[in-house]
């Protein structure tokens, strides 16, 4: 063989070692880019998107992140461990550390407190298509204007949902009791309502939470089995906690709900026109649509257009229905 054929074979080996390191170099990318990326496969998405003109909508602490999912846990009615262990001060939760080895641990031990923060799941009823429902939500109160607004659904027969906070008076029992007396759903919407008191740690929420179910069940002797996170499931004070704590919630048979329209009855500026058109633009997007309103002393404008937004819905075919743990929840797309 010449030395010329030599140099020709030398540079051939050379080309296939070359092109053999580049398929190794592109594989390792391609499985390192891949792996980098969340298991889609293990979310469930909902048919009912959050439109993306939401976000805008809501004030900043209640932006939603993305679009819907399901949890795809399933509930449970009873604790891991029939021994509960001593609940920690809300003091001692606040200084629970934030990284996900520490979360892991004490959702673990979690799961052996609240004994009585459980409730049975019955199970979803699916939505028939076709079927137009407006569900109206109203968070923050009981408050002064819950009377009317209990008026204003009685008289035009329609059914609602409240997630109260915590409120002890006397007459804030009394509404709270007005609510369920009248046929309507009491959720949980925290106790405090302190942001950043209650997402401070996993176990700071959870015994916010318990805590307020305690005071529902005082003040209307109803268990209740519905909530909705103070700024949404989503939010920028618990996104280091959001999955684990929904999880949680799921597994102990709650139901919680997040919404795909919004008065905007929270923002600065809002008025009676805003609040209106808000409403009815977002609702008339959808066959099943939550709405988020807000309950406080200071929403009158809310109550003042109340009763236009149920006639308006009603002639383009809604009914109205409070939500229970049987109405699939509408839910912000949870971090990873």
Not at 22 to 38: N, R
Not at 136 to 143: C, E, K, R, V
């Amino acid at each position: 063989m010449s030395f010329g054929n030599k140099k020709v074979i030398i540079a051939a080996s050379m080309l296939v070692a070359a092109i053999s390191v580049g398929v190794i170099i592109g594989s390792v990318a391609g499985y390192i880019t891949k792996s980098s990326k969340p298991n889609s496969s293990s979310v469930v998405v909902s048919s009912e998107d959050v439109p993306a003109q939401l976000v805008t909508s809501i004030p900043i602490s209640e932006q939603p992140e993305s679009s819907v999912v399901q949890s795809s846990q399933a509930p449970s009615s009873k604790p891991v461990s029939s021994t509960p262990s001593k609940v920690p001060s809300s003091s001692s939760a606040s200084q629970a550390p934030v990284n996900s080895g520490a979360i892991s641990k004490e959702m673990q031990t979690i799961q052996t407190l609240f004994p009585n923060f459980y409730v049975e799941h019955p199970g979803i009823i699916p939505h028939q298509k076709g079927d137009k429902v407006a569900y109206l939500t109203f968070d923050d109160g009981p408050s002064n204007l819950t009377p009317e607004v209990l008026k204003i659904l009685a008289d035009n027969n329609a059914k609602a949902t409240f997630f109260v906070i915590g409120r002890t008076d006397a007459q804030s029992k009394q509404w709270m009791k007005d609510i369920v007396d009248q046929g309507h759903t009491i959720g949980m919407h925290t106790y405090s309502h302190n942001y950043k008191q209650i997402y401070a740690s996993p176990t700071a929420f959870f015994t916010d939470m318990s805590r307020l179910s305690d005071l529902i069940v005082d003040a209307t002797g109803v268990k209740p089995q519905v909530m909705r996170f103070a700024g949404g499931s989503v939010n920028s004070y618990n996104k280091t906690i959001a999955r684990p704590v929904a999880d949680e919630l799921t597994r102990r048979g709650y139901t919680y709900y997040d919404w795909n329209v919004s008065a905007g009855d929270a923002e600065k500026g809002a008025t009676a026109q805003s609040i209106y058109q808000n409403t009815i633009n977002g609702a008339l997007g959808y066959e099943k649509a939550i709405v988020l309103f807000h309950d406080a002393s200071t929403k009158q404008n809310t109550v003042k257009e109340l009763p236009k937004i149920i006639e308006t819905l009603k002639k383009n075919g809604y009914r109205f229905e409070k939500l229970d743990p049987t109405v699939k929840p509408v839910i912000f797309r949870l971090p990873s």
